[in-house]
């Protein structure tokens, strides 16, 4: 499986970012978003299972939204309400299995990451 994430940019605070992950190898998995400041640790965004389970972070929950198309081989993370403590570099990954996968280790696939920067 291979992931190519896109979607990142610069934005000011209060503004939206859609993100999207397309999967090549198919879209079977369970799907996440990860994101990751300087100097701080990956911390875990969002899941969607492979039977469509949703988990957010508290920190983003009612801002965010993780979506699919599976037709389309995407996943995708609708953000809004954006504020400084969002900026990171934003990574999707994808896990083997049915389950619901919060933390890194879970995970088999990772992308390259997206960069979003939120200006005050």
């Known amino acids: 499986v291979q992931l190519q994430a896109s979607g990142g940019g610069l934005v000011q605070t209060g503004g939206s970012l859609r993100l999207s992950c397309a999967a090549s190898g198919g879209l079977n998995y369970g799907m996440g978003w990860f994101r990751q400041a300087p100097g701080r640790e990956r911390e875990f965004v969002a899941h969607?299972?492979?039977?469509?389970?949703?988990r957010y972070a508290n920190s983003v929950k009612g801002r965010f939204t993780i979506s699919r198309d599976n037709a389309k081989s995407t996943t995708y993370l609708q953000m809004n309400s954006l504020k400084s403590e969002d900026t990171a570099l934003y990574y999707c990954a994808a896990a083997r299995g049915d389950g619901i996968y919060l933390r890194t280790g879970s995970y088999n696939w990772w992308g390259q990451g997206t960069q979003v920067t939120v200006s005050s």
């Open positions: 969607i299972s492979s039977r469509g389970v949703i």
